[in-house]
């Protein structure tokens, strides 16, 4: 089902207890809140048994930012989709940008990434976007249909649809400088497009679709006014709940 989703994706940042000092304002701060929209936190590995055993899941939801691409074994340091799934998370960023450029992710890794995830009942929150040179050549419309066609046109439109996609151009993330509000719209009409060409348009209509990248409490009012743009994944101003719930209210 289509909903609104707002997303914090909370990177490499904050010890355990900052994490869960920080969810448990989160959830003051929605308290009796009729929200617009679904609230996730994505936090590092370590945090997520911890939070879960804290979250009102009805509230806030839980999600990891990885998971292995292998079942299980020897595979010292990583963390599968099924321990992810045991802490109680519901949701995982899969194929961030900041996975495929400095630890070499590439489509058919997050290809088996996904399907693990799902075996596991987890929503991939699967990330796809263009960096700047891409954009400035015009190629950003090629460049996430090959990542969604590699990384995820194999699945059955069942799967495909348990599937949560953020659009994040890559020169926006971090950067401050945000996708305009048509940018936005644009792209994720084409990406709608393209699920719909494969899948249908049943599936492609149902399919959130998040913008990522500079999202603020200035700008996510217009972003997510447009009728294709279905909520945000927010990385620097999802790290205070000041400056993440006006993105929450801005549906
Ligand atoms: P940002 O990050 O909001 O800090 O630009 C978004 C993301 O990388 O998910």
Known sequence: MRKNIVAGNWKM?????????????????????????????????????????????????LGAQNCADKVS???TGEVSAEMVASTGAQY?????SERRAYYGETNAILNEKVKLALANNLTPIFCIGEVLAEREAGKQNAVVKKQIEEALFDLSADDFAKIVLAYEPVWAIGTGKTATSAQAQEIHAFIRQTVAAKYGKTVADS?????????????????????DVDGG???????????FMPIVEAF
């Open 92 to 96: 995982v960023i899969l194929g961030h």
């Open 207 to 227: 399919t959130s679709i998040l913008y990522g990248g500079s999202c603020n409490a200035g700008n996510a009012k217009e972003l997510f006014a447009n009728p």
């Open 233 to 243: 994944l927010i990385g620097g101003a999802a790290l205070k709940v000041d400056t």
């Open 73 to 75: 074994g020897a595979y």
């Open 13 to 61: 940042n904050k010890n355990l207890q900052e994490g869960q000092d920080l969810v448990k304002e989160l959830q003051s701060a929605v308290f009796g809140k009729a929200l617009k929209c679904e609230v996730i936190v994505c936090t590092p590995f370590i945090h997520l048994a911890t939070v879960g055993g804290v979250i009102d899941k009805n509230k806030v939801k």
